[in-house]
Every structure is written in C-alpha cells, then in structure tokens.
C-alpha cells in the first residue's frame, strides 16, 4: 500500500513539474514586438457602420455567459445549456453563444446561427479576451504578469484561429491598461460593456490611437437564474436573419449597438423579462457629407456626441433625432444616448480614413534582434542557474 502511494505522490509530482515548465516554456517563447504607436484616423471621407442598415433589422445577442465545464471547476456551474438558452429567449434574444473558460461549447452546433465561441485565458490579472467564430482553443498563456509584447503575441495567435478576437472586459483587474490600448493591434472588438465593468476609456484610448474597435456588450453572467446577471447588457446587430454568416459581416462591419438596460436590483425575473421587450429603435444613422444624422423611434433624454479622449462635442436633450456637422480636425465622433428608462445605447464611431482603403494603420511586429537578444539572456541565466544549483548540491 506505501509503495503505491508512494508512487502516487511521484506521479502528481512530476505532473506538477510538467505543468510548471510548461507554463514557464510560454514566457520563454514570447517574442518582443516593435509598436508603431498611435496613428490617428484622418482624411477626407467618413467610415459610417450603419450604412444600408435597416430597422426592422435588429438582432439581440449576447457573447459571454458561462456554463457548466470542466467538471463544474469553473464559475457557472449551476448553468446548464438548456438553463440558458430558455432564460435568453424569455429575455427576448434571438441568440446567445456560451464562452466558457478555454472551452467551445458545442451546444446546438448543428445550427446555422450557431457561433463557436470561447473565453480564452487563465492569467492571475484577467487579460481575456472572447474569441468569436473560433475554429480551435488556444492553450498558450501567461498566468502572472504579462508585458505589452506578450499581450501582443496572445492576440495574435488568437487571430489565427478566431474571425473576430475581443478584448475582455479591460478595466477589469487592470487586465489592459489605457497606456495598452494606444500600442495593441491585430484585433476586432472590445468589450466596452460587461456586468462587471464599463471600459469607456479603454474604447477612447483605442478609437484615439487608431484602431478600428468595434463595440462589443455582453452580460458575462455566471448564474442565469439571478436577475442582476441577464439581460442588462447586450450586443444589438443589424443582420437580416441569424445565419452566422449574415451575424459576423454585421459585426465586422461595425452595424452594431451596445445597450446598457437599466438594472432593478433583486427585480424579479418575469418582471425583468417583461419590461426587456419593450426597447427603443434606432431607425437609421445618416451621413449627409460631413454631417451625422441620428433617428429614433422614442424619444431620447439625451443624446451626446463624443470625440477623442472621449471629448463630450454636442448635447441634445428630449428629441428623437440628432445631427452634428463633424471638424475635418475630429478622427472619429461616437454617439451616447439615454432613455427616459434610464437605459443607454452606445453607438459605433463615424471614422475618418483617406483613400479606398478603411484600415488600421498603426502596426504591431515581432523584433527579431529584440527577441534574439532576450532568448540569449535567458540561455545565459539557465547556465548560471544550474551552475549555482550544482554547487549547492555538491557542497550539501
């Protein structure tokens, strides 16, 4: 019995070794990237998301709710995927995609709204990101502290697997900080509103620095049957059906709202499930040259339109359309409007680019000679190390 026991203890050992190394292999592999920095929108022409959308067109959606996985480790556990489905189609969604932790949930996969989708990550200081229409998860990550080039690295190797990667609640932990947001690249979405946090800032400081970052709204829920969790906030799509396909140009494209519904503490669910069908519209958004025409189908309390580093340009209170003549000096103007329900939507950015081409130009790349010179230094302290270490043992 001591001898299997014994070996017992061995095995989990060498398990946890195993672990370990290759935990820290990661941070070995890492590369230094060299960051453009900032390169603000500018020139002529106005990028408008919501060009040719049509308002009977809006899709309710959600990407981020936990459900059941690994044995019920993770947060979630309670919820089961029927558990969720019935509670968002009370909620009035036309879908919810389950992001559990390094896990694509295979629920309804056969059909053609179905979105594989994951949160990636298991760091100490929550640098996430929800990786929508995966193919595969991707196991490589940073569990302490990870610099600008590891964060860098993550959502590049996440491109290669995700059609649309998204940055997961950043404010939250400080997973991304305001000065990461000016460099970080290579990405779709971010997610400015989260159950737990609202990461405007984060969204100026990457709309400032010249990232095309389209707005992602999720509940991020981990227990479907507590009211404070569901349905208070929620990604709106302009797509004409559920087919995946119509979903993620939608997305791409930037026709999108993120929605901040009013939360009543503790309200009670079927009193939530009847007051969240009832929501305003946005009818249409129009550039007319350089002005901005907003149309609603309720009337606003307000309507603000913000520039860079999340400048408040104009206010308008108690009207359902707005308009606002953007500067040729403004790169992008987004739009924040709050209801007499107290609720909020938050609009894509109009963004200004030159030429054909709608593109991020600030670039993120791999310094060969950067990363050459790291892998040396750390060849180097793997020498000393087990220098200093046999030594020790020899004198022990």
């Given at each position: ?6 070996f ?29 920095g ?19 067109d809006?899709?309710?959606?959600n ?24 509670i ?40 996430h ?9 991707l ?5 302490l502290?990870q ?11 996440l491109?290669?697997d ?12 400080n997973?991304y ?115 901005l ?33 953007i ?5 992008y ?13 938050y ?50």
């Amino acid at each position: 019995m001591k001898v299997i026991i014994r070996f017992i203890k061995r095995f989990l050992l060498v398990m946890l070794v195993m672990l370990i190394g290759m935990l820290l292999m990661f941070y070995l592999l890492a590369p230094i990237y060299q960051f453009s920095g900032p390169v603000p929108f500018s020139g002529e022409n106005i990028y408008n998301p919501y060009s040719g959308m049509r308002a009977s067109d809006w899709k309710k959606y959600n990407f981020q709710v936990q459900s059941k996985a690994w044995m019920g480790i993770t947060s979630g556990r309670d919820n089961t995927n029927t558990l969720i489905d019935s509670i968002y189609h009370q909620l009035g969604y036309n879908h919810v995609a389950t992001s559990d932790y390094q896990k694509i949930n295979s629920y309804q996969s056969e059909q053609p709204a179905y979105i594989p989708t994951y949160e990636h990550g298991y760091n100490a200081f929550k640098t996430h990101q929800v990786c929508i229409d995966s193919k595969k998860v991707l196991w490589t990550d940073l569990i302490l502290w990870q610099s600008l080039s590891m964060k860098q690295w993550i959502i590049d190797l996440l491109q290669k697997d995700s059609r649309f990667v998204v940055l997961a609640h950043p404010l939250l932990r400080n997973g991304y900080s305001l000065n990461d947001m000016k460099y970080l690249t290579n990405y779709q979405g971010i997610e400015v509103l989260n159950n737990l946090r609202v990461s405007l800032k984060h969204w100026d400081e990457a709309l400032g620095s010249g990232q095309i970052a389209w707005i992602i709204s999720n509940d991020d829920a981990h227990d479907v049957q507590n009211s404070n969790e569901v349905g208070r906030r929620f990604t709106l799509i302009n797509s004409p059906s559920t087919n995946k396909n119509d979903i993620m140009t939608a997305l791409e494209k930037g026709n999108a709202i993120g929605v901040d519904f009013y939360r009543i503490d503790d309200e009670p669910m079927q009193e939530k499930i009847i007051r969240s069908r009832i929501l305003p519209s946005l009818v249409n958004v129009e550039m007319r040259n350089d002005s901005l025409i907003i149309t609603f189908d309720s009337l606003a309390k307000e309507i603000r339109f913000v520039g860079h580093n999340g400048k408040l340009l104009k206010m308008m209170q108690h009207v359902n359309q707005a308009y606002y003549m953007i500067p040729t000096e403004e790169p992008y103007v987004r739009t924040e409007i709050e209801f007499y329900s107290h609720s909020n939507f938050y609009l894509n950015p109009m963004i200004r680019y030159s030429g054909n081409d709608f593109v991020t130009r600030k670039k993120a790349s791999i310094n060969p000679s950067a990363t050459l010179r790291l892998r040396i230094l750390y060849f180097i302290l793997a020498i000393v190390m087990a220098y200093l270490y046999r030594r020790y043992r020899i004198k022990d």
